[in-house]
C-alpha cells in the first residue's frame, strides 16, 4: 500500500475500528470530539466526501487519513502508519457509486432511474442513523 492508496480508506471508518464514534453525524460531515485530548465540545470534523479531517481546538491543524494516523501515533514514519492501515483491512473510500447493471435479471420488474451516494440525501442519511448506524457503515 501507498500513500495514495492508503488517503483513499474512509477517515470515518478507520475512527470506528479504533473505538472512536461521532458525536454528531450532519449530512455530509461528522462531528467528533477530538481525539488528541479531553474537551466537552465536539470540535474535530471529518468530511464525508473530501475524506479530510480538521480538528478546531488546535489551530485548525487537519489533512488526509495517512495525517492523522502520524497525528495520533507520533512515534509512526510513513511506512509504520501505511502498514499499521494495512493491517486494519479497512475498504477504500469510494467518491462515486458503481452500479453493475448485468446483475439485473432481464424479466424483473425493478427499474433503477438514478444512483445516488449515501449521504446525499438528508431523510435517508437521518433513518440510517436513527437506526445505529454511521454513514461509513452504510456506505
Same mark, same amino acid.
Given at each position: 500500500?501507498?500513500?495514495?492508496? &492508503?488517503? @483513499? ?5 478507520? +475512527? ?5 464514534? %461521532? =458525536?454528531?453525524?450532519?449530512? !455530509?460531515? !461528522? ?8 474537551? *466537552?465540545? %465536539?470540535?474535530?470534523? /471529518? #468530511?464525508? *466526501?473530501?475524506? +479530510?479531517?480538521? #480538528?478546531?481546538?488546535?489551530?485548525? #491543524? ?8 502520524? $497525528? +495520533?501515533?507520533? &512515534?509512526?514514519?510513513?511506512?509504520? =502508519? ?9 475498504? !477504500?473510500?469510494?467518491?462515486? @457509486? @458503481? /452500479?453493475?447493471? @448485468?446483475?439485473? $435479471? &432481464?424479466?424483473? $420488474?425493478?427499474? /433503477?432511474? =438514478? /444512483?445516488?451516494?449515501?449521504? !446525499?440525501?438528508? &431523510? ?13 457503515? =452504510?456506505?
Amino acid at each position: 500500500m501507498n500513500c495514495k492508496q &492508503a488517503n @483513499q480508506i474512509s477517515i470515518l471508518e478507520y +475512527l470506528s475500528t479504533i473505538g472512536i464514534h %461521532p =458525536a454528531k453525524n450532519l449530512g !455530509s460531515y !461528522s462531528i467528533y470530539f477530538s481525539p488528541f485530548r479531553e474537551e *466537552k465540545t %465536539p470540535s474535530f470534523k /471529518v #468530511d464525508h *466526501k473530501c475524506n +479530510l479531517w480538521i #480538528d478546531f481546538g488546535n489551530n485548525n #491543524d487537519g489533512g488526509t487519513l495517512i495525517d492523522l494516523v502520524l $497525528k +495520533l501515533n507520533s &512515534a509512526f514514519s510513513i511506512e509504520e =502508519a501505511l502498514n499499521h492501515l494495512s493491517s486494519k483491512n479497512l475498504e !477504500s473510500f469510494s467518491f462515486q @457509486q @458503481q /452500479v453493475n447493471h @448485468q446483475n439485473l $435479471k &432481464a424479466d424483473s $420488474k425493478l427499474q /433503477v432511474y =438514478a /444512483v445516488k451516494p449515501i449521504g !446525499s440525501n438528508n &431523510a435517508v442519511s437521518e433513518y440510517i442513523e436513527s437506526r445505529g448506524l454511521n454513514l461509513s457503515m =452504510a456506505r
